[in-house]
Each structure stands twice: as C-alpha cells, then as structure tokens.
C-alpha cells in the first residue's frame, strides 16, 4: 500500500471550511485514497474515499488531483466537534493489507 | 445495533498475567483485524483474518496469540503480559472483496499493565 504523508497539525476558525492536505506519490493504480478521523480515544470513523473523481458526502468532499499524487479532504464548515486527529490512507480495494495508520493530521476546531 | 463491539473496554491488570479481549462484528465482513495504538498515535496492524484463516501476522511477540471461531469475532490472547503491552487495541472489520467503506473499526480496548 502507498505511503501517505500529511501536516502533523493545522487549527480552523468554527464555521470556516477546513482543507486537510494529503501527499501520496507511489499511489499505483488500484489504490483507493481513504479519509478516517479518530475523535479523543474513540475508533477511527470512516469519512470518505476516492479513485479519481472527486467525492462528496454528508460529511465531507474528497478532491484527488489529476495525477493522483496528492489530495484534499474539505470540511465545508467545521464546528468543534470536527475536531480530531485526520488520517489519509491509501490501498487498494481487494488487498489484504497491512495499513497503517498515522500519525496524521490533528485538526483543531477554534471557537 | 453496534457494528463492532469489543470487550472489555479498559482492562487493568498486573505483570505476568494473562489476558483476553474479545471482539464481534455484525456486518457480515469477511475480514478482521487487531490494531495497537501506540502512545505516538500510529495505529499498526498486529494480526489479520479472513474467513477465519489467519493472513497477516506482523512481528508481535508470540506472547499474543489471535483466535477466530467464526468469520464474526476475533479474539485476542496475551499471556504473561509486559508493562510494554499497555496501548489501546482497537479491532476492526472490512469486506475484502468489493471493499465498500474500508474498516469498520471498534471502540478500543486501553489495557494498563502494572
């Protein structure tokens, strides 16, 4: 599976868009780029994923660049309960995988 | 209705004893795991079932031994347990063919050995 690499921390003003940036330049072409959040201590949540297109939820939207290398995942207006540690993963849909997560990014919500 | 439960939920025990912690998911998933968390927050894969068939084993003491009985719980034992094996454990579940959402994941174990 690809390595992903992303900004340890970022802070964003309540109610303002959060974009949380993720590289991943080995990315091979089965690879699906994955967004998780981990809130306090609780289990990593899915948010959102992505092979080429841009996605859209009701959590979040997932924008992958054309060359597949890097990606944004967009909070649209975060509030303090967004605030958590975001990991961005990369792998393929049918791999037994050995993933890791971390350490990813801390985003802190301010009021 | 919870999609994965693991249990127990905090476990404090003493050096040198043996533990288990158990973990059932109800989603109908092929495939679970045992994640470690460590305190600098990587969650690192230890152990990986499908239909019961152990496919990923990293380098873990043999102190932890996994146990599937069925493709729904994955169980984790740890003997003689070690200051060190403090960490919260978190399972989790996927389907590996078709992969859909990825993991499912529980709501962690944190284990304190003294």
Not at chain 1, 12 to 34: D, K, M, Q, W
Not at chain 1, 61 to 80: C, F, G, M, V, Y
Not at chain 1, 86 to 101: E, G, H, P
Not at chain 2, 39 to 50: A, C, E, G, H, P
Request: charge should be neutral; aromatic fraction near 10%.
């Amino acid at each position: 599976d690809a390595k992903t690499t992303q900004p340890p921390s970022m802070d964003c003003a309540e109610g303002r868009a959060a974009n949380l940036p993720c590289n991943h330049s080995t990315i091979s072409g089965n690879e699906y780029v994955y967004w998780y959040r981990q809130i306090h201590s609780q289990g990593p949540q899915y948010i959102i994923h992505g092979l080429k297109n841009n996605e859209t939820n009701e959590m979040a939207s997932l924008i992958i660049t054309e060359d597949r290398k890097s990606s944004t995942l967009i909070l649209p207006h975060a509030t303090l309960r967004d605030t958590a540690v975001y990991y961005c993963i990369a792998r393929s849909k049918t791999s037994y995988d050995k993933v890791i997560f971390g350490p990813g990014t801390s985003l802190s919500v301010i009021p | 209705d919870t999609a994965v439960s693991q249990t127990p939920k905090y476990l404090v025990t003493q050096m040198g004893n043996d533990k288990s912690i158990k973990c059932e998911q109800n989603l109908g998933h092929d495939t679970m795991y045992w994640y470690k968390q460590d305190s600098k927050k990587f969650l690192k894969i230890m152990f990986s079932y499908n239909n019961k068939e152990l496919i990923i084993n990293e380098t873990v003491p043999n102190r932890f031994s996994p146990k599937s009985p069925d493709k729904a719980h994955l169980n984790l034992h740890i003997n003689s347990l070690e200051l060190g094996d403090s960490a919260v454990y978190f399972c989790a579940s996927s389907q590996t063919q078709g992969g859909g959402y990825g993991y499912t994941f529980g709501s962690g174990t944190r284990l304190t050995v003294v």
